[in-house]
């Protein structure tokens, strides 16, 4: 059986904001989410997003839309969604702690 343990980060700060404004429910999660997100950074279960972001740009040039951190396997993955300047929008999955590209999903 698979295990699966979803953390989202929204890089759109003014969309997210908007959203909790209207669901503190979502803000309680969003706030653990960044927690647990920040506490793998630093004890180097993960790379920094920076880092990923910084290779990701240079392979996929864009508009990053949204990250999300999942953990499935007991692997943490970087999902990175971003806006092609080709126009496509692109799923690009990230191991999170060896910053290898895993694979890459485009959406219809």
């Known amino acids: 059986m698979h295990s699966h343990t979803h953390f989202t980060i929204h890089i759109i700060p003014g ?6 404004a209207l ?8 706030d653990d989410d960044y927690i647990e997100a920040r506490r793998l950074n630093v004890s180097g279960e993960i790379l920094p997003l920076e880092d990923i972001l910084k290779n990701i740009k240079l392979t996929f040039p864009g508009k ?7 953990q499935e396997d007991g692997k943490i993955i970087y999902e990175v969604e971003i ?7 692109r799923e690009i999955y990230i191991n ?7 694979s890459v999903k485009e959406d219809d």
């Not at 806006?83 to 929008?89: E, H, N, Q, S």
């Not at 999170?96 to 895993?102: E, F, M, R, S, V």
């Open 15 to 20: 969309i997210l904001l908007g959203i909790m």
């Open 23 to 30: 669901c503190p429910l979502q803000l309680a999660q969003a």
């Open 96 to 102: 999170a702690k060896t910053g290898k590209l895993l």
């Open 83 to 89: 806006l092609g300047t080709d126009g496509v929008v």
């Open 64 to 70: 990053i839309l949204e990250i999300e951190l999942e």
